[in-house]
């Protein structure tokens, strides 16, 4: 069994800063060797990649967050991480880490004008 935490999520201003964490638990013992993300789901809205972190370091983000945030993880740790700069109104939504295969329960994210 392996057990994804988000946390960090909650309410911010325009034009603020949040940043996530995903911590990896239970049957899993490195994360070395997975690819990870963040994913982000609006009301109404289907699924949306906000940014993904290969095993090997290599990162890809969404267009519309390019500049703003950052992905970033620590394998010791087994954490992802991810750092939201200037936030608009439309990144409300509820973000969920990805590891490999699974997937967290997922934090909210809210954001006002």
């Known amino acids: 069994q392996v057990q994804l935490v988000e946390s960090g999520g909650g309410l911010v201003q325009a034009g603020g800063s949040l940043r996530l964490s995903c911590a990896a638990a239970g049957s899993i013992f490195s994360i070395n060797n997975m690819d990870m993300g963040w994913y982000r789901q609006a009301p109404g809205k289907q699924h949306e990649l906000v940014a993904t972190i290969t095993s090997g370091g290599s990162t890809n983000y969404a267009s519309s967050v390019k500049g703003r945030f950052t992905i970033s993880k620590d394998n010791a740790k087994k954490m992802v991480y991810l750092q939201m700069n200037s936030l608009k109104p439309e990144d409300t939504a509820v973000y969920y880490c990805?590891?490999?295969?699974?997937w967290g329960q997922g934090t909210q994210v809210t954001v006002s004008s």
């Open positions: 990805t590891v490999g295969r699974f």
